[in-house]
């Protein structure tokens, strides 16, 4: 006879950027190891690996996992734990002053609830970037494929950016005609971008910056100083 295995509840949840709804079960034992492994790991492949893993698995309705955005991962990720494993989470944080030998006695655990934690979107953000005279381009966001060049991306360095921005743009256009990036070469598009002056590629620098994102803000009181310290949490490895 085969041993008795438990009914696991579905919840739902509206995924961000398609605002579609997404049904979901809880993570189990056997998962939990493998995002506890992804995570020793600290390496940002493997916890992306292992996250789509996990969601697949957890899944009770259609999804492409690739197509959905970084924010819409870190969102699906966070309300997926906190209905597996529990809704708050522990962070400690240090005061950012040197405190010598009492730094360990500056540390102060800070409980979060995962359930408080929302896609903040800009009021300013728009995928629709106006560049000069009528043309201008049509973004789309990053998806899990990007996330590990998002993580490390270093933004004085510009064809780190190029890596990033050009799988990111869906169309280039003016009055006349619109060019689908997918049918343009690798390097007309660097032509293009490399011919833009400062301002207008600050422009599409910008549809990063203000696009949505997972954001947290943190305020504590250090134990030693009462110094009130204000934090803001941001990113896939902050809530993993």
């Excluded at 509840?9 to 995002?35: A, C, D, G, H, N």
């Excluded at 800070?110 to 929302?118: Q, S, W």
């Excluded at 381009?137 to 998806?143: C, H, L, Q």
């Excluded at 990111?168 to 049918?183: A, G, L, P, R, T």
Aim: a negative charge.
């Amino acid at each position: 006879m085969a041993l008795p295995i438990s009914n696991t509840p579905i919840y739902s949840l509206t995924i961000p950027s398609s605002e579609s709804e997404f049904k979901f079960r809880p993570f189990l034992v056997k998962e939990q190891k493998t995002l506890l492994l992804a995570q020793q790991s600290e390496d940002i492949t493997t916890m992306v690996n292992s996250l789509k893993d996990v969601i697949k698995s957890c899944a009770k309705s259609d999804i492409n996992i690739n197509e959905l955005t970084t924010f819409d991962l870190e969102y699906i990720f966070t309300q997926m734990r906190a209905k597996s494993v529990g809704e708050n989470i522990e962070l400690f944080f240090k005061c950012d002053v040197d405190h010598g030998e009492d730094n360990e006695k500056a540390k102060i655990k800070v409980n979060i609830d995962l359930t408080k934690i929302e896609v903040q979107k800009s009021e300013t953000h728009t995928k629709n970037i106006k560049l000069f005279d009528d043309v201008g381009v049509i973004m789309k966001y990053p998806d899990l494929n990007l996330l590990k060049i998002i993580e490390n991306v270093n933004g004085t360095n510009v064809d780190e950016l190029f890596k990033l921005i050009i799988p990111c743009i869906d169309q280039i256009y003016n009055s006349n005609e619109v060019f689908h990036i997918k049918e343009q070469s690798n390097n007309d598009v660097v032509d293009f971008l490399n011919n833009l002056t400062t301002d207008q590629f600050n422009k599409i620098q910008e549809f990063f910056t203000t696009m949505p994102k997972m954001v947290y803000n943190v305020e504590y009181t250090c134990p030693v100083c009462n110094k009130l310290h204000k934090e803001t949490l941001e990113g896939l490895q902050n809530f993993f």
